[in-house]
């Protein structure tokens, strides 16, 4: 039987980033990512093999990427396509309420 769940369940106050798998296949991942005011620790930043499809649907976030100076601020219903090799750090999460991503890794596979 099919189960229906929801991307709001079991938001809860943690110490740590949660990052859940919700679908994995061959070419991609799909994850639910519940920020509660964590940020990439200073000096860190994220450089990532695959291309980052990634929309926020709660909450708030900052997101700073290598090569720009200013920190792009993300509200629910924003989404960003973020390049593999892209280096970019999370700068901060809400800290009052649960930051919900769903995040989309991928491979781009060449048409050459």
């Known amino acids: 039987m099919l189960k229906i769940n929801s991307i709001f369940a079991s938001l809860i106050q943690s110490e740590q980033e949660i990052i859940e798998k919700l679908l994995?296949?061959?070419h991609f991942t799909l994850e639910r990512i519940v920020s509660t005011g964590q940020a990439t620790p200073a000096g860190q930043w994220y450089d990532q093999e695959q291309d980052e499809w990634v929309i926020l649907l709660s909450g708030s976030a900052g997101l700073l990427f290598a090569e720009e100076n200013i920190i792009r601020v993300l509200h629910p219903?924003?989404?960003?396509?973020?390049?593999?090799?892209?280096r970019h750090r999370v700068e901060w999460t809400d800290s009052s309420q649960p930051t919900v991503w769903l995040a989309l890794h991928y491979r781009v596979i060449s048409t050459e």
């Not at 219903?77 to 593999?84: C, E, F, R, S, V």
């Open 24 to 26: 994995t296949h061959t």
């Open 77 to 86: 219903g924003d989404y960003i396509h973020i390049k593999a090799h892209q």
